[in-house]
């Protein structure tokens, strides 16, 4: 991932924490590669208060690591997205960053950040999504394979459509980047918990 971390996702990484401030959740959090950038956001003046979840031991030991290095102030919890360790209306920011690819219930997962952002709190994501035409049906055939191979992440998931379609959130802000080569659409945006929405689950 190392060279694709300077060139393609550096950007969209310094994307989700632009203004950043509050309280903010980093979910899935795995070696703590948004660390650096919070690091930033902290320097550039940025008042944060920060927590981490991730369920691997393996991926949760190297974030301590990287948090320790870079002598970030961040709690990391042992916990998966779709049971989280805190309140309702915790979070002012929650940030997924290539995390919901992989999150195998993804309703209850997004239902849960509905429930720690705080009303008008911002979740930010960024993601590799299924591409469309052919790369769409390669990505559908690969799928199974990848799943098996890539720690359980779904190479053809659509997880912007399911981000856009859900109305307990506004969204403020999203772009598609096709990618170069066209083998992986990247999407990143920004979604509002709607103020006086229900957080219920939206098939409730
Ligand atoms: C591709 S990594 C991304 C890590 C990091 N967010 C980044 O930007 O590089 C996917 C992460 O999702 C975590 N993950 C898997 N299932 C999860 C779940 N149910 N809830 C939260 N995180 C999960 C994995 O352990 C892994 O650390």
Known sequence: MKPAERTVLADHRRYLVD???GAVLDLG????AMFPYFSEATADGGNLTLFAIEPDPH???QAVKRARKLGL???IESAGAEALPFADDSFDVVVASLVF??????DTALSEVARVLKPGGEFRFLEHVRGEGAVGVAHDALAPAWHTVAGGCHLNRETDEM???DDRFELVDYTRVE???QVAPVVRGTLRRRRNGSILSRFV
């Open 59 to 61: 991926m949760r030991r």
């Open 29 to 32: 959090a795995g070696t703590g």
């Open 73 to 75: 102030d961040i709690e």
């Open 101 to 106: 690819c992989t999150i195998p219930n993804f």
């Open 179 to 181: 990618g170069v080569p």
């Open 19 to 21: 203004k950043i401030s």
């Open 163 to 165: 981000f856009r379609d």
